[in-house]
């Protein structure tokens, strides 16, 4: 079967771009407003964009609600120019889902999802403290595409708890990353070299 997104129209055509692009890391993106509001959100449009220098982008779609004109993570990264991106533990999922909830600007989403807020080394977003890997990025750039805007932000720090760093090695096992398929997840379901 060949499907032109022409005629698939754009809802038949982000399901299927959804559930072709699978499974998808969560960025679980922290920011802080410019009046000191702490905010949350999942972005599964996710990759490493550069290598060197450490780069991360997301894409941000457009609010699907009136409250806004656009996200608030959006907004609050054209106004600080920082973020943190924190992975999502399986153990953390229903936290991350809440946090996908549209709330009002002036909600604290660490507070809604029942997460504390740690300190940043360099940027004045901070880290959610249960989160077992976090990177603190600096903005530098937002490209509008289409209906999205894609943030790439410098990695300038990695944050990563003790127990899941050894020989330069990340343990994947213990950092049990949520993955994003169409409408739902899954997780981890073994780890294998190749050639088998
Ligand atoms: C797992 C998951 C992944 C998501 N990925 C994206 C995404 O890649 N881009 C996007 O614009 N919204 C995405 N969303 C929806 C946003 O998280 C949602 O619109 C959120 O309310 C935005 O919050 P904000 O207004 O605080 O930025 C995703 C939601 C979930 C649950």
Sequence with gaps: ??????????????????????????????????????????FSFYTVASRDPATLVISVGERTDDQAP??????????????????????????????SLNHAPEADEFRAAGLSAAKSELVAA????????????RLDGIIPIGSDHLVLGRAVRFHILDDLYKSGRVDLEALDPLGR????????????????
Excluded: Q
């Design 181 to 196: 398929l169409a409408g739902n997840y899954t997780k981890l379901g073994g780890i294998f070299n190749l050639p088998m």
């Design 70 to 99: 656009e996200k608030d993570t959006l907004r609050n990264i054209e106004d600080t120019r920082e973020f943190v991106v924190n992975v999502v533990s399986v153990s953390l999922a229903n936290a991350m889902h809440e946090s």
């Design 126 to 137: 901070p880290r959610i403290s249960e989160a077992r890997i976090s990177t603190e990025c």
């Design 1 to 42: 079967m060949i499907l032109d997104p022409e005629d698939l129209g754009p809802r038949e055509t982000y399901k299927f771009l959804t559930a072709s692009v699978v499974p998808r890391p969560i960025a679980w993106v922290s920011t802080v407003s410019a009046d000191g509001v702490n905010n949350l959100a999942p």
